[in-house]
C-alpha cells in the first residue's frame, strides 16, 4: 500500500505541473483567435487533467485513511458492520473501508 501511495503522489506531481504547462500554454494562446483549434485542445485536456487530479487526490485520501487506520488497529475492518474484509478484497481494494457485502448493498460507493 505504500508503494501504491508513493505512486499516487507521483501521479499528482506529474498531473499538476503538466496542468500548469497546459494554463501556461493556453494564457500564451489568448491573444491569439479564440477559436484556434490547439486552444480548444487545450481547454479539454486542462478539463481531463482537471478531473484526473481530482480522482488521484481523492484516491489519496483513501489510501491516508487506510493508513490511519492501520495505526488504529482497525484496518481490514468493515466500517459499517464491524465484520473482517476478506483478504482477496484487500488485495485488490487496499483502501476498501467496507466488506465485500455492505459494498455490494451500496454500490454507489467503490471503496
Ligand atoms: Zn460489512
Redesign the pocket.
Known amino acids: 500500500m505504500t508503494a501504491e501511495r508513493d505512486s499516487t503522489v507521483s501521479l499528482i506531481e506529474a498531473l499538476s505541473s503538466r496542468l500548469r504547462s497546459v494554463i501556461d500554454a493556453t494564457a500564451d494562446s489568448s491573444s491569439d483567435d479564440e477559436h484556434d483549434p490547439e486552444g480548444t485542445t487545450l481547454a479539454v485536456e486542462r478539463g481531463q487533467l482537471v478531473a484526473q487530479l481530482d480522482r488521484s487526490r481523492v484516491r489519496l485520501d483513501e489510501l491516508d485513511a487506510a493508513f490511519g487506520r492501520l495505526d488504529h488497529g482497525t484496518y481490514g475492518r ?6 473482517p ?1 476478506g483478504p482477496e478484497r484487500l488485495d485488490a481494494l487496499p483502501a476498501a473501508r ?2 465485500i ?3 455490494a448493498r451500496d454500490s454507489a460507493r467503490r471503496w
Open positions: 468493515c466500517e459499517r458492520c464491524g465484520g474484509i467496507l466488506c457485502s455492505c459494498a
